[in-house]
């Protein structure tokens, strides 16, 4: 059974950065497109960032030029850097990576279906 397991949470001040990696194990599979998504108290989750084939990259427009989602898909790591963060940053950080097909549409690296494997979640805070 694949685990992602998310690390590098914590808590900092506005305009710090972190940096989270996701880490897959129980399983090999490649990683055909890697996602992160997040999610606070009483709120829906949401997609931050993602990455599919052929280096199709997708943001949230609320962390666009903020954040940058990279990773090594032999390896099912992938990392999400983020920059200048603010308050509104904190919540729990989800991992999702995709082992089935390739997916070359950015727009499809908003759905949570696209993923197949998912962490756990890591918190971020972002004090003002």
């Known amino acids: 059974q694949v685990l992602l397991v998310e690390s590098g949470g914590g808590l900092v001040q506005a305009g710090g950065s972190l940096r989270l990696s996701c880490a897959a194990s129980?399983?090999?599979?490649?990683?055909?497109?890697m996602g992160w998504f997040r999610q606070t108290p009483g709120k829906e989750r949401e997609f931050v960032a993602g990455?599919?084939?052929?280096?199709?990259?997708n943001y949230a427009d609320s962390v666009k030029g903020r954040f940058t989602i990279s990773g090594d898909s032999a390896k099912n790591t992938a990392y999400l850097q983020m920059n200048s963060l603010k308050p509104e940053d904190t919540a729990v950080y989800y991992c999702?990576?995709?082992?089935?097909?390739?997916?070359?549409?950015?727009?499809?690296?908003?759905?949570?279906?696209?993923?197949?494997?998912w962490g756990q979640g890591t918190q971020v805070t972002v004090s003002s």
């Open positions: 999702a990576q995709r082992g089935r097909g390739r997916i070359y549409l950015s727009a499809t690296l908003r759905a949570e279906n696209t993923y197949d494997y």
């Open positions: 129980g399983g090999t599979f490649y990683s055909h497109a």
């Open positions: 990455s599919g084939s052929g280096g199709t990259t």
